[in-house]
């Protein structure tokens, strides 16, 4: 197929596209290049897609309707996988106006330009923080997701609910996915265990919140692309569809930071920190659902994985 994917320089959207690759699909990919972080690592990620036979890497906003249209008319997707958005809990405290333009209005040009041409399913990202501060745990799709604790969470709930309308409007096929704190090598440099990595090495203490007392359902990116992969291929899915992709195995901050540093062979300092506004004190992904109707089956743990992501980190650091 010829499978649109926006937001191809970033993490978990270049891992994303590489898989389709590998599987022989074409993919046409989408990014604005923003400097939400560091863009040479943007521009890497997308440099190394660029090198790949049946791959074509644009640029432009999600919320420049006109560009979204004529991408559509020029390329004709048969399915679009949406990755693209505004990240980050806290950074949405300070700069609300970026995630009104990126994951609303951009969700809503995409779901248009799916309905106008003939798109036959929208994979798109949500996220675990919908569950918002809900006290039940593992957190399951059917659970209720009406007290968001961030404007980031409140829009990826709204992208849901306006997927939702679309399908029930417009008869195209929408798939929700519900992501639980992906790491891994080419990540994020504004999540923990990359800070922690880099303190660490600088000999900086780490701010731990909530004096450590929090758990996240860590899942290794190679999970979650296997998961958005069966998403966009997998048959029997309802129109509208949610899932959770987790690891359905929540680990403990501190046991976290100590992984990182066994694995880069320094003892940690620490800065105990109150928790911070938007913040959690835990995920839990329940993924019955994932692996009863995508075959979904997380299989790298926290250590091997974190391994993974320090080795990678200490060679892009010296490169």
Same mark, same amino acid.
């Given at each position: 197929?010829?499978?649109?994917?926006?937001?191809?320089?970033?993490?978990?959207?270049?891992?994303?596209?590489?898989?389709?690759?590998?599987? $022989?699909?074409?993919? @046409? &990919? %989408?990014?604005? =290049?923003?400097? *939400?972080? +560091?863009?040479?690592?943007?521009?890497?990620?997308?440099?190394?897609?660029?090198?790949?036979?049946?791959?074509?890497?644009?640029?432009?906003?999600?919320?420049?309707?006109?560009?979204?249209?004529?991408?559509?008319?020029?390329?004709?997707?048969?399915?679009?996988?949406?990755?693209?958005?505004?990240?980050?809990?806290?950074?949405?405290?300070?700069?609300?106006?970026?995630?009104?333009?990126?994951?609303?209005?951009?969700?809503?040009?995409?779901?248009?330009?799916?309905?106008?041409?003939?798109?036959?399913?929208?994979?798109?990202?949500?996220?675990?923080?919908?569950?918002?501060?809900?006290?039940?745990?593992?957190?399951?799709?059917?659970?209720?997701?009406?007290?968001?604790?961030?404007?980031?969470?409140?829009?990826?709930?709204?992208?849901?609910?306006?997927?939702?309308?679309?399908?029930?409007?417009? $008869?195209?096929?929408? @798939? &929700? %996915?519900?992501? =639980?704190?992906? *790491?891994? +090598?080419?990540?994020?440099?504004?999540?923990?265990?990359?800070?922690?990595?880099?303190?660490?090495?600088?000999?900086?203490?780490?701010?731990?919140?909530?004096?450590?007392?929090?758990?996240?359902?860590?899942?290794?990116?190679?999970?979650?692309?296997?998961?958005?992969?069966?998403?966009?291929?997998?048959?029997?899915?309802?129109?509208?569809?949610?899932?959770?992709?987790?690891?359905?195995?929540?680990?403990?901050?501190?046991?976290?930071?100590?992984?990182?540093?066994?694995?880069?062979?320094?003892?940690?300092?620490?800065?105990?920190?109150?928790?911070?506004?938007?913040?959690?004190?835990?995920?839990?992904?329940?993924?019955?659902?994932?692996?009863?109707?995508?075959?979904?089956?997380?299989?790298?743990?926290?250590?091997?994985?974190?391994?993974?992501?320090?080795?990678?980190?200490?060679?892009?650091?010296?490169?």
């Amino acid at each position: 197929m010829k499978i649109l994917v926006t937001g191809t320089a970033g993490f978990i959207g270049s891992y994303v596209a590489h898989a389709l690759l590998d599987d $022989g699909h074409e993919v @046409v &990919g %989408l990014d604005n =290049f923003n400097d *939400y972080y +560091p863009v040479a690592l943007k521009e890497a990620r997308h440099e190394r897609l660029e090198a790949r036979e049946g791959y074509v890497g644009l640029r432009g906003d999600l919320a420049d309707l006109n560009f979204l249209v004529s991408t559509f008319k020029a390329h004709s997707p048969e399915r679009v996988c949406h990755l693209a958005a505004q990240a980050g809990v806290r950074y949405s405290l300070q700069n609300p106006h970026v995630y009104e333009q990126s994951n609303l209005t951009g969700h809503l040009n995409i779901l248009e330009c799916c309905r106008n041409n003939e798109v036959s399913r929208l994979v798109y990202a949500s996220s675990s923080s919908v569950y918002g501060s809900n006290k039940k745990v593992p957190f399951s799709e059917d659970d209720a997701v009406d007290n968001p604790v961030s404007l980031y969470a409140a829009t990826k709930k709204a992208n849901e609910l306006m997927a939702h309308s679309y399908t029930h409007l417009y $008869g195209f096929q929408s @798939v &929700g %996915l519900r992501f =639980f704190t992906v *790491y891994g +090598p080419w990540g994020r440099p504004d999540m923990a265990y990359w800070l922690f990595t880099d303190a660490m090495l600088h000999g900086r203490p780490i701010k731990v919140f909530n004096h450590g007392d929090m758990k996240r359902d860590f899942t290794y990116i190679d999970d979650i692309v296997c998961g958005v992969k069966a998403a966009l291929t997998a048959d029997g899915l309802d129109p509208y569809e949610i899932f959770n992709l987790g690891n359905n195995q929540p680990e403990r901050l501190m046991s976290m930071i100590q992984i990182l540093g066994d694995a880069l062979g320094i003892e940690p300092k620490m800065e105990m920190l109150p928790m911070q506004p938007g913040d959690v004190p835990i995920t839990y992904a329940d993924i019955t659902k994932a692996q009863a109707k995508l075959g979904y089956q997380p299989s790298i743990g926290l250590k091997d994985g974190l391994g993974r992501f320090v080795e990678w980190y200490c060679e892009w650091k010296t490169d």
